[in-house]
Nanobody, 117 residues
Framework: QVQLVESGGGSVQAGGSLRLSCTASGILFSAYAMKWYRQAPGKQRELVASFPSGGGTIYADPVKGRFTISRDNAKNTVYLQMNSLKPEDTAVYYC???????????WGQGTQVTVSS
C-alpha cells in the first residue's frame, strides 16, 4: 500500500519559516518525481516545487528565492523549506509522487500552512 505522509505545517507570522516533510512508503522512491502542490480556499491546486527523479528543481514564480525543495532518497523523504513566508502562501500543501512508465500518481493527505500578517 502506497502512503505519502506530510508533516510540518502550522501557523506562523509573515516573514517566518516552516519546513514541510513528506515520507513515502510502498514505492521505489528514487524512481519518482516528487512535487509539492498547494491549494488555497476557493482556488485551484497549483504546483509549488518539483524535484524530478533525474535531478534538478523547478519552482513556481511566486516562491522562487524563498522556497527550497530537497529530497533524501535514503529516507524516502522530500522536504519543502519555506522562508520569508507571506499571507498569500496560506494554503493546504500536498505532497505528490509521480512517474511516467509505468504511469503512477499518488497524493498525500495535505498539511495546512497559515501565514498571518
Amino acid at each position: 500500500q502506497v502512503q505519502l505522509v506530510e508533516s510540518g505545517g502550522g501557523s506562523v507570522q509573515a516573514g517566518g519559516s516552516l519546513r514541510l516533510s513528506c515520507t513515502a512508503s510502498g514505492i521505489l522512491f528514487s524512481a519518482y518525481a516528487m512535487k509539492w502542490y498547494r491549494q488555497a480556499p476557493g482556488k485551484q491546486r497549483e504546483l509549488v516545487a518539483s524535484f524530478p527523479s533525474g535531478g534538478g528543481t523547478i519552482y513556481a514564480d511566486p516562491v522562487k528565492g524563498r522556497f527550497t525543495i530537497s529530497r533524501d532518497n535514503a529516507k524516502n523523504t522530500v522536504y519543502l523549506q519555506m522562508n520569508s513566508l507571506k499571507p498569500e502562501d496560506t494554503a493546504v500543501y500536498y505532497c505528490n509522487a509521480a512517474r511516467l512508465l509505468p504511469a503512477r500518481n499518488y497524493w498525500g493527505q495535505g498539511t495546512q500552512v497559515t501565514v498571518s500578517s
